[in-house]
């Protein structure tokens, strides 16, 4: 249970970050400002990292993995302009920091990690948050969200066939060296992709708008994240 005095601690922090961290560089979205000063970060933290909850940079969350910078997480939600009628795909639930960000702005998010022990971590931290529009699911994302996990008596529309779900956006929070072919399948036209491009050591985070013309990239900053592992991404 959290001390009184921890929690305001947290709070003064989560304040100052969106103040240093977000407002003073370019992240100017209103409903990703509000997001970022409500979500405690400190929940996604382990404990020996808990003094830095709110330092300017990722840090370990253990199996070799990272929660990203704070700034990183509200910059890829503000270029994947989120709102309430968005289906999102996640891939790389990692700490699940970015999905409750998402969750908190989206109709629905879908989000896939390959590894159990941080999938099911992140989903028990979200339940305790009482975030019940994620579904979860693990294993390689970078072949895309399962057919198998289509309920379709759910979705009218899909009127019982065995059609591909597709994704208002999708967000890819490890870097890859090419947007996987299933994903981009998986984004609906007029859809949008955030995605870090690039080698294994430095990438590029780029937009991809789906059009009816066809793709339209555009570059945002270099970017350094985790390896995407899987059939369409790295080799491990
Ligand atoms: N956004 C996350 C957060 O806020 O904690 C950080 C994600 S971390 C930088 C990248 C995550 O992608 C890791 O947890 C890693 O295990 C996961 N990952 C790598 N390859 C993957 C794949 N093919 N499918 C699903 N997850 C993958």
């Known amino acids: 249970m959290q001390q009184a005095n921890e929690k305001d601690k ?6 100052a970050m969106v103040r240093v961290q977000l407002k003073k560089r370019d992240i100017t979205d209103p409903a990703v ?28 969350i253990g199996c070799g993995q990272t929660i990203s910078q704070p700034y990183i997480v509200a910059l890829m939600t503000q270029e994947l302009k989120v709102d309430k009628n968005s289906e999102v795909l996640e891939i790389g639930t990692g700490s699940g920091y970015q999905t409750a960000i998402l969750a ?6 879908y989000t896939i990690e390959r590894i159990e022990h941080l999938a099911l971590n ?18 390689d994302g970078t072949i895309g969200w399962p057919f198998d996990s289509f309920d379709f008596t759910q979705d009218k529309s899909a009127q019982g066939r065995p059609e591909q779900r597709q994704f208002d ?15 981009l399948e998986q984004l609906k036209t007029g859809g949008i992709a955030v995605v870090p491009l690039g080698a294994d050591y430095v990438q590029e985070l780029v937009v991809i708008e789906k059009t009816v013309d ?20 790295y080799s491990e």
Do not use: W
């Open 10 to 15: 947290f709070a003064a922090e989560r304040q």
């Open 33 to 60: 400002l509000r997001v970022m000063a409500d979500v405690p970060r400190e929940k996604f933290i382990p404990a020996e990292c808990l003094d830095g909850a709110y330092f300017d940079g990722p840090l370990p």
């Open 104 to 109: 908190k702005l989206a109709k629905e998010v």
């Open 122 to 139: 992140a989903q028990r931290i979200l339940a305790e948050m009482n975030i019940t529009n994620v579904k979860f699911h693990t294993g």
């Open 169 to 183: 956006r999708i967000i890819i929070t490890a870097a890859t060296p090419q947007m996987p072919k299933p994903l």
């Open 214 to 233: 066809g793709l339209k990239t555009k570059s945002v900053c270099g970017c350094r994240f985790v390896k995407l592992i899987g059939k369409f991404g």
